[in-house]
Every structure is written in C-alpha cells, then in structure tokens.
C-alpha cells in the first residue's frame, strides 16, 4: 500500500494559540481512517490544512506525491481531495441537482466560454457525473427539490454526493454522523463502508465513538493540536495516552 | 421547441409590436421612451449578472456604464469612428475598468466589498467631473454624432429604438447562456456560500473577474448607446443615484431573475413617463411601488432569493443587532 496522503510535522498557530502542533501522519489508499480527539483538539484545523482552507504555519502536507502546501483549495479539490464540513453547508436556494451539480463542476472545468459558446459535451459530462452521484446517494427523486426543503437526514447525504461529483481520490467527512439517530447512523456507517469497498480512502472526525471504532480500519487521537495514539481501534481504545486525554488523570479527577 | 417558440414571440414583439404600438400612439417621443427603457434594461440584466445571480452587491454600476459612454464620445469625436466601432470599444473599456476594480477588490467579503464598489463609482464620476481637459467636465460632451443604420433616416428615433432593440436582444442572449447553464451554477454557489464552492473546486476569485468583465462589458455598451442615442453626455448621467436606481430595478424586478430586470426597468423608467400628468407627484407614487413591492414581494416580481436575505448576509454582523449581548 502506497501512502495517498503525508502529513509532515505540519504546525498552525493562531496568535500564540498552536491548533496543530506538529502533526504527522499518513494514510494509505483505500483505507478508512477516524481522527478522534476531545473538543478544540484541532481536528478541523488539521482538516483545514489539508484542504488548504487555512495555510500551515511550519510543516507539509502531500497528496498523491503532490506537495499542497501553498496551493489554494479549489487547487487542492481538482486534485482529489472532497470534504464535507461540521455544520452542514448545503446551498439552499438552489436545487439538489445544482448542489450536486457544483461538485461535478469542480471537477470538469467551469469556464465561461464553455456556456456562452454551448459546448454540449461538457454540459454533459457534468449531467452524467452529477446524475452518478445523485443516485450513488439515492437522491435521484429529490433531484428538483430546492435544497432548502430537503430533511436534515437527506442534507448529509447530498453534501456526500456534491462531493462524490468532484470525483475525489480521498473524501473527508467532519462530523458525518452529528445529528443522526440510531438507525441513520447505522446507514450512512454501511454507506461509507460501500464507498470504501468502491477504492475511496476516507477521513473522517467523528465524535460518536460506536461509529469510529465499527468502521475504521485506523484511528488517529488528537489531544491538544498533537497526535497522541495510531493504531486500529482496539489499540487505541486501550492506550493509556487516550484514556487519560479523555478522562483525564487520576489527580485531575 | 417551446423555448424557441417564446423566442420568437419576444422578438416579434420588440421588433415588430412594439414599434408598430409607439407609431401608433404617436411616435417621437414615446420611442425615445422606449430607447431609455431599453439602454436601463441593458444595464438592469448586467447588474443583476454580478447582484442577483453572483451575489456581490455593486453600488458603482453607473461607473461603468459612464466610461462606457465617454469612450464612445470621445472615440466618436476624435477619430470619427462609426457606432458598430464605439460600441464593443465601449465594452471593451469599461469592461477593462471592471476587472482592474475587480482584482484588489475580489477578497473583500460582503458589505466592505459593496463600500469598495461605491468608492470607486464615485472615483470615476468625480473623475468624469473634474478631468476637463480631457473629459470636459460638468459642460458634458455635446454633438455625439448618431447611430446610422442603412436604409433609415440616421439618428430618428425610430433607427436609435431598433439599434437599443438589437444591443439589448444580444445582451439577453449572451447574459441568458451564462446564467441559465452549468456556470450559471457556479455563479449562484457563490451567491450562496463562496467557501463551500471553493472546496468543490471551483476557482472563486477567477469566475468574480469574469463576471465583473461581463457585466461591465454591457453596462459599457449601454453607455456607448446612451451617448448615441442622446447626443449629449454630461458626468450627471453616470452619478451614484443611477447605480441606486440600476439596483431599485433588479430588485423590484426581483434578484436573480432576466425578466425581473426587464421589468424593473420597464417600471420605473415607464412608470414615471406614463405619469407624467400629475407633475412632480409621481416620484412619490413611484416611490411607493417600490416601497411595496419590497414589503409585499420580498423576492420582488420574479427574484431567486429576497433582497433582504442578501442585504442580510451582505451586511452581516451589522444587521444583527437583535443578538447583541451585554449592554442594554
């Protein structure tokens, strides 16, 4: 297994506030990876620097052998890196299919000329993608609907398949599960199970553990801007770092 | 099919109905009405380009349509070019200017970004006003010559309706491909949420400097016809008052929408025409219909999104002042 993605000792301060202290780590193609951690931990600061959203301060990152840092993020998504963010960032006045639609035009190219002079085959290249992504998340029915009027379940799922249209190598999910039942959660836990059988590599943050630990394959523990623990989910859920990070130490208590 | 059906239609009915009415009714001067509704609506589909359909709230249209027209005069006096010349030329310039205000101002987010707009707006007017030398001044530029088309009587009324006519068929056209297509898309996503539409790939700030060449391409164009048409120019033309009422249009018309800004425009260059009789009344009468087409019609006529969930995001924390904690 080849490395897809290397994160190098990349560092972000804010002011005199470290969010990212030195931060390494790699991860494989096709593997499914959780990045745990307490609360202001820094796991979407570091999911910011890999998107190139926020620059880092010392450090590197590297995707595909690619160095990313320094490049601006719509670089970074053409690249193959699709995420999805914390609080849902659907665009509500526009329907599902041109959410969905923005993704694959991330990915095509979206220069002006190409409407003003109607190429038809990239309009519909991007139909196609979008179409994919539409029914590989089973929203082929809601596809007219203004994406105002879509319930909070569903809204998950399209920010999933704006992603997918950008036809990512490593899809990132901040908190995919915040807000789900039961029953939703166990869903979209087998859904992104189905992805990663497809070759996708996942990241993702999430602060339900159930979910963590039943689908990845490795998890990473932030504490403090600094990874403490790497391993499978049984390890990590009995290293004392982690333990101690979440439950604190014997004397705090 | 049907598209082209409604194609035909509004063809047949801006070049062949409409004329034929405003014979009817009397010609003169309800064709140089028509010309003025016609060169605002030019301006009113530019400006909903960047307002409407991308989201960035520009206070300093008149601007652009202002260099427009001083670089057909200008162009037309100097070297005697012919109007099928000073027209792109005018676009071509102002939409220069456009995308030279666009680069140090397209990381500007929100109402900083509508107080740059205003600023340079003025910049250029009070440029138009006091550059004598070269612009002459507040005396305006007088004796533009006028727009000959073959077969017509050059600079009547009737020629000027149909070359505004034609300009503002094209200027649909080529505004309807942009917005009703894939990359209208784009433009609306970042209207909605530009961050998100950077994280999907789409180059934010290059697609913020096409649409601003656009729409300052057109509202140069309607510039160029506007000095044409009017034979004389003077700073006044271009002042922040008519990027206020550019906006009145589109949003009365309603953001995002082609025919809501055809409409805006029809109404209030129309209706204060039509109004005429009652004198000085009618700015007040024209006042209250767009006081209550914003209470009544949040979305305006035919808008995408409420003027008052963009002026809300626009204007950000400044609009909140409901959430203020402290003080009291």
Request: hydrophobic share 50%; glycine share 12%; net charge neutral.
């Amino acid at each position: 297994m080849t490395a897809l993605l290397e994160i190098d000792r990349a560092s972000r301060r804010f002011g005199g506030l470290v969010a990212v202290d030195e931060f390494s780590g790699s991860i494989a193609r096709g593997e499914r990876v959780g990045l745990i951690g307490p609360n202001g931990a820094g796991k979407t600061t570091l999911f910011n620097l890999i998107t190139s959203f926020t620059p880092v301060s010392a450090g590197s990152v590297r995707f595909d052998g690619k160095l990313l840092t320094g490049r601006k993020s719509h670089e970074v998504a053409r690249l193959g890196i699709a995420r999805t963010f914390q609080n849902l960032r659907i665009l509500p006045n526009i329907t599902v299919f041109d959410n969905v639609s923005i993704g694959a035009l991330g990915s095509v190219g979206h220069s002006p000329w190409n409407s003003l002079l109607g190429r038809r085959a990239i309009s519909e290249r991007i139909s196609e993608l979008s179409w994919k992504a539409l029914e590989r998340t089973g929203l082929t029915g809601q596809a007219g609907l203004l994406a105002a009027n879509l319930s909070y379940g569903r809204r998950k799922y399209l920010e999933i398949a704006r992603a997918l249209a950008l036809q990512p190598s490593l899809l990132i999910l901040d908190e995919p599960a915040a807000g789900l039942n039961d029953t939703e959660t166990a869903e979209l836990a087998r859904f992104v199970r189905e992805l990663s059988g497809e070759g996708l590599t996942v990241l993702l943050v999430e602060h339900d553990m159930g979910f963590v630990m039943s689908l990845c394959e490795r998890v990473m523990v932030m504490a403090s801007g600094r990874k403490i623990a790497d391993g499978t989910p049984a390890e990590v859920s009995h290293d004392p770092l982690v333990l101690e990070a979440y439950l604190g130490t014997e004397e705090e208590a | 099919m049907k598209a082209r059906l409604i194609v035909l239609a509004m063809l047949l009915l801006v070049f062949a109905a409409l004329p034929g009415l405003l014979y009817w009714v009397g010609g003169g001067y309800w064709f140089r009405v028509a010309t003025t509704i016609g060169v605002f609506a030019i301006l009113a589909l530019s400006a909903n380009l960047i307002t409407g359909t991308t989201g960035l709230l520009s206070l300093g249209h008149a601007g652009f349509y202002g260099i427009g027209a001083y670089t057909a005069a200008l162009a037309a006096q100097a070297w005697h070019w012919q109007f099928y010349l000073t027209i792109p030329a005018a676009g071509a310039v102002a939409a220069l200017f456009g995308i030279l205000l666009a680069l140090p101002t397209m990381r500007l987010v929100g109402i900083y970004f509508a107080v740059a707009t205003l600023g340079v707006g003025e910049i250029i007017h009070l440029t138009l006003l006091n550059w004598v030398g070269f612009t002459r001044g507040p005396m305006g530029i007088s004796a533009i010559p006028n727009i000959a088309l073959p077969g017509l009587i050059a600079g009547g009324d009737v020629t000027n309706y149909f070359a505004v006519a034609a300009a503002l068929a094209i200027t649909a056209f080529v505004i309807h491909r942009l917005t009703n297509s894939y990359y209208g898309n784009a433009l609306r996503s970042l209207r909605e949420d530009d961050q998100c539409a950077e994280a999907m790939g789409l180059d934010v700030v290059r697609i913020k400097i096409e649409v601003f060449a656009f729409s300052c391409f057109f509202a140069g164009v309607a510039g160029a016809l506007w000095a044409h048409t009017t034979n004389y120019i003077s700073p006044g033309d271009f002042r922040f008052s008519e990027s206020i009422l550019i906006l009145a249009m589109i949003v009365v018309g309603g953001l995002g929408s082609m025919p809501g800004a055809v409409i805006g425009a029809v109404l209030l260059i129309g209706l204060p025409e039509v109004l005429r009789v009652i004198g000085d009344y009618r700015m007040i009468v024209v006042g209250m219909v767009m006081f209550l087409s914003i209470l009544f019609l949040p979305r305006g006529i035919l808008g995408e999104i409420s003027a008052i969930g963009l002026a809300r995001r626009q204007l950000g924390a400044a609009w909140k002042s409901a959430q203020q904690v402290g003080w009291r």
